[in-house]
């Protein structure tokens, strides 16, 4: 009868499971507000035990699920897709199920709302301006034969035509980009690197026909005449869409250095 | 409803340099150096503008620049001017589309095309350039 035998793991293997099965404790401090009943921020600490690759997200998970049922937070996907979990952490915004904790480098990590969105309760922060800013900069192709009739072909697109505005098509619109931008920080009315950036993709698609409208919406006092290119959207913006970058070449076009 | 906070950083959160790189600094001495030369040209056209009031006043006011803190304030104006006018002229041509890269397929761990680093470069370059015509103005004015 043959015998299976299991290999003993090495020594090196054994001590790097060691590392990733060790538990270190920190302390999570949580922003708390609640403006709708006038309640100012406050911070509430939790002791809450990670591992080395607990994101910031599964700590606060943790402190609802065992130390207090109340915080308040948005998430869905917990893999960087949705774009929900956006906050502050450690003064600087970034999504939660994107950060681990061991990449702080803190004992103590605080976690805020994302700055320039109005707070709902918590870490929770309301969206509605920069979904109203997404909507007016006409997110979809606009053409005249955009129907589909069974006389219809399909629009060839080479892979450089492509390439000139996939990048800004994967935008998750998690608002870091708005929460770092310091024109936002002060201007209520100012469209975002959001909407610019998602400006740019459309009007950098060769099927589309609607540059002329979105040119006029962001041609304005508080369009992309306020963006003083200082890059913080870009070094936050966590799917590598650029926004910075879209908005530089926008205005380019718009100037005529651009084709 | 109550009102809710707006949560928006305002200009404490505009003019913090800190947490989002060298060009987040760039951003801040570009809005501080306008600001100064703003400030400069306010001062220079009052100071230009004592001569109306005859050769007494116009020495006098000559006098108040030939002091030590009067060289130290012009030693910064010409800083001020040199990263203005140097770091300016990154931003402008970045207006243009100029230098923020191509677009393209991003790749982890998403390095942004536009904070590439002839755009640091050119932060570093200009930042240097301030430090050497300070260097040089205070040498003339100090006479060292």
Redesign the interface.
Known sequence: MAVVTTPKPSEELISINKTLDQTNTITLRIAR?N????QETSYSEFKVPVKKWTTVLEAILYVKQNLDHAVAVRYSCRQASCGSCGMKIN??PGLACYTKVSELKSNVITVE????????RDLA??FKQLISNHKKMKPFIIREDSEVTPESKEFIQTPKDL??????S?CIKCGLCNS?C?????D?SFIGPQGLAQAYRYV?DNRDKGKEDRLKIVDDSHGIWRC?????C?????????P???I??????M?G??K | ???????????K??ANPT???I??V??WL?RLTGLGLLAYLIGHIYETSTIVHGKIAWDKMLEFTQTTQGHLFLTLVIGMCVFHTANGIR?ML?????G??K??????P??????NYK?RLCIWVSIGLAALAMMYGASVLFGV
């Open positions: 507000s403006p709708a009943e006038g003064g600087k709302p994302m700055n320039n969105f109005p707070i709902i922060v309301d390439e000139n505005f996939l990048q800004f994967y770092a310091p024109t936002m920080a002060t209520t950098a003083h290119f200082a890059g913080s870009s070094h936050v913006c966590p799917k590598g869409v650029d910075a970058m879209a530089q070449l926008l205005r380019g076009y100037l250095f651009q | 409803m109550a009102e809710r906070l707006s949560n928006r950083e305002g200009i959160g505009m947490r989002y790189g060009e987040r760039a951003y570009q931003v970045g207006h243009g589309g100029i923020v890269g677009p393209g397929q991003p790749e982890y998403y390095k942004a095309a536009s904070l755009q």
